[in-house]
T-cell receptor, first 116, second 116 residues
Framework: AQSVTQPDIHITVSEGASLELRCNYSYGATPYLFWYVQSPGQGLQLLLKYFSGDTLVQGIKGFEAEFKRSQSSFNLRKPSVHWSDAAEYFCAVGPYSGGGADGLTFGKGTHLIIQP | DVKVTQSSRYLVKRTGEKVFLECVQDMDHENMFWYRQDPGLGLRLIYFSYDVKMKEKGDIPEGYSVSREKKERFSLILESASTNQTSMYLC???????????????FGDGTRLSIL
């Protein structure tokens, strides 16, 4: 069965500093990978996705993520965080094309705190 | 932009009641999903549907059922609500794409349900 691990429950970063949120997945084939962000009281908003091709993907709000097959990782990065980036971040994996109709498998989330 | 609308942001019900959570999407998406979100557990898939009148069990279907009579509407039903069903419920939709779930899911803002 597929699974997603986000090893950091909480991360605190100073405003203006760089950010990296870790995500490791377990999946038997080439996965579809996603990062979502959830602000307090809101639903999830898609930041970026990886389906195939270039392993470095760009998303909204200045985020990027790199797919590393050898490490089964899909870490999210941002060079300089803003106070408005404080939120919950979720990594998710979906089945390979043709794998059937399934929902996404989500990690448990990383809560990002921004220090002034 | 895709709009996924959940009928209630907050809902309070009593143990044993039959509870309906409604979700409507405006993008003619084939796939619709219901998740519940609990602290420390992330999002877990309850049910999903890839076509009208079709439904599939997710990871935690016990105590729930769903209905999809129209393409744009997907209802989650708690047959006899219990206190352990107190949670945040998130609805999502996606287009079919090349396979059933390789397209990003778009989420509603969630319904926070309390069962007393």
């Amino acid at each position: 069965a597929q699974s997603v691990t986000q090893p950091d429950i909480h991360i605190t970063v100073s405003e203006g500093a760089s950010l990296e949120l870790r995500c490791n997945y377990s999946y038997g084939a080439t996965p579809y990978l996603f990062w979502y962000v959830q602000s307090p009281g809101q639903g999830l908003q898609l930041l970026l996705k990886y389906f195939s091709g270039d392993t470095l993907v760009q998303g909204i709000k200045g985020f990027e993520a790199e797919f590393k097959r050898s490490q089964s990782s899909f870490n999210l990065r941002k060079p300089s965080v803003h106070w408005s980036d404080a939120a919950e971040y979720f990594c998710a994996v979906g089945p390979y094309s043709g794998g059937g109709a399934d929902g996404l498998t989500f990690g448990k989330g990383t809560h990002l705190i921004i220090q002034p | 932009d895709v709009k996924v609308t959940q009928s209630s942001r907050y809902l309070v019900k009593r143990t044993g009641e039959k509870v309906f959570l409604e979700c409507v999407q405006d993008m003619d998406h084939e796939n619709m999903f219901w998740y519940r979100q609990d602290p420390g557990l992330g999002l877990r898939l309850i049910y999903f549907s890839y076509d009208v009148k079709m439904k599939e069990k997710g990871d935690i279907p016990e105590g729930y059922s769903v209905s999809r009579e129209k393409k744009e509407r997907f209802s989650l039903i708690l047959e006899s609500a219990s206190t352990n069903q107190t949670s945040m419920y998130l609805c999502a939709s996606s287009s079919k794409g090349d396979s059933y779930s390789n397209q990003p899911q778009h989420f509603g803002d969630g319904t926070r349900l309390s069962i007393l």
